[in-house]
């Protein structure tokens, strides 16, 4: 034979897994990008095709959800230990597994003052994750008029619990299932128009209203109990406009990062929501949610769409 294998590998990357355990009111969220690659007795499969030695890299990912359920996520490297031990002492052809995970850490939501102590936002269900998301800005100036359009990108919130989504439009093609609790979680992406424009009245405090907007717009995100992305998003618009003076204009465009129960159920697992469940954190389709909130009477100046900003 002119060619012989070389090192090989094989296994289901990225498998986004969301695990959601409730302590009562307060939930607990491990974020988890895990990706599976095992080697071993392979040489087969890659010669003559035979799958004798093959464990499906469906079954990988089928594994890396029902071990956090099962067995919960204790922290990233106990998980691909688990993992790990798993496929190279359950499988003989199996010989290596190396298991990598990268874990997104959220914090959570502050609760506005107003309604500290009633049970929302800290101690809650409403997460913001960690890292910082990009603040834009865009000035115009002609000679005689400002334009101040400021904003925000890749502000990543999720609540696991308080969303639902029912009584939509039903035709021969819808399948979705109505639900009256899940996992709501977008990206931010928003811009705000400033009403100065260079007239007598001082220049706002840019620094203050940013982290202000900020605010209110993750309170308002964490205090709506959602009937849908639409109607939380234009509380978040609205409670900026309500709050802060010096803005007449928001726009957001947001994606329905879709968080699917996984049907555990050919594993003897029930993924019940009650106690805590096991999400697939989808990457793509998403809903495109996407609308501009107006001070009363003033006219929408921020572009539709915002990658021409
Ligand atoms: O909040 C939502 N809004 C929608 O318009 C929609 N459509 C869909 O399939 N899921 C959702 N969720």
């Known amino acids: 034979m002119p060619t012989i294998l070389g090192q090989n590998q094989y296994g289901k990357a990225e498998n986004r897994v969301v695990r959601i355990t409730r302590d009562g009111a307060t ?36 594994t890396v959800y029902a071990f956090a359920k099962k067995y919960g996520i204790e922290s990233a490297e106990q998980f691909g230990i688990h ?24 914090e959570r939501i502050e609760a506005a003052g107003e309604k500290a102590g009633d049970g929302a936002g800290e101690g809650g269900h409403s997460f913001v994750r960690k890292g910082q998301e990009t603040r834009l800005t865009q000035i115009a100036y002609d000679g005689e008029r400002w334009e101040v359009i400021s904003g925000l990108k ?11 989504f029912r009584g939509y439009v039903k035709d021969a093609y819808t399948t979705l299932e109505e639900t009256r609790d899940r996992v709501l979680a977008t990206s ?18 840019w620094e203050e209203s940013y982290r202000q907007v900020r605010k209110h717009l993750l309170q308002a995100f964490a205090e709506t109990y959602s009937l849908s992305l639409q109607q939380t998003m234009y509380e978040m618009g609205a409670r ?9 204009e928001v726009r957001f465009s ?10 555990l159920e050919p594993f003897g697992l029930s993924n019940d929501t009650a106690e ?3 999400y697939v954190a989808a ?11 107006l001070r009363d009477g003033r006219e929408p100046r921020i572009p539709a769409d915002l990658t021409n900003l």
Not at 34 to 42: E, P, Q
Not at 254 to 263: I, M, Y
């Open 283 to 293: 990457d793509r389709p998403y809903g495109l949610i996407e609308a501009t909130v």
């Open 154 to 164: 890749d502000l990543t919130v999720l609540n696991s619990t308080d969303s639902e």
């Open 240 to 248: 900026i406009i309500d709050r802060r003076d010096e803005i007449d």
């Open 254 to 263: 947001l994606p329905n990062s879709h968080h699917f129960l996984v049907d």
């Open 27 to 62: 939930h607990h969220i491990k974020d988890l990008n895990v990706s599976v690659a095992l080697s071993g007795d392979m040489d087969e499969v890659h010669y003559s095709g035979s799958n004798a030695h093959v464990l499906p890299t469906d079954t990988t990912k089928n």
């Open 83 to 106: 993992l790990a031990r798993h496929f190279v002492t359950s499988q003989e052809p199996i010989h290596r597994a190396r298991i990598r995970v990268e874990e997104y850490a959220w």
């Open 188 to 205: 931010v992406s928003g811009r705000w128009r400033f009403n100065w424009t260079g007239d007598d009245r001082p220049m706002p405090d």
């Open 276 to 278: 805590g469940a096991v």
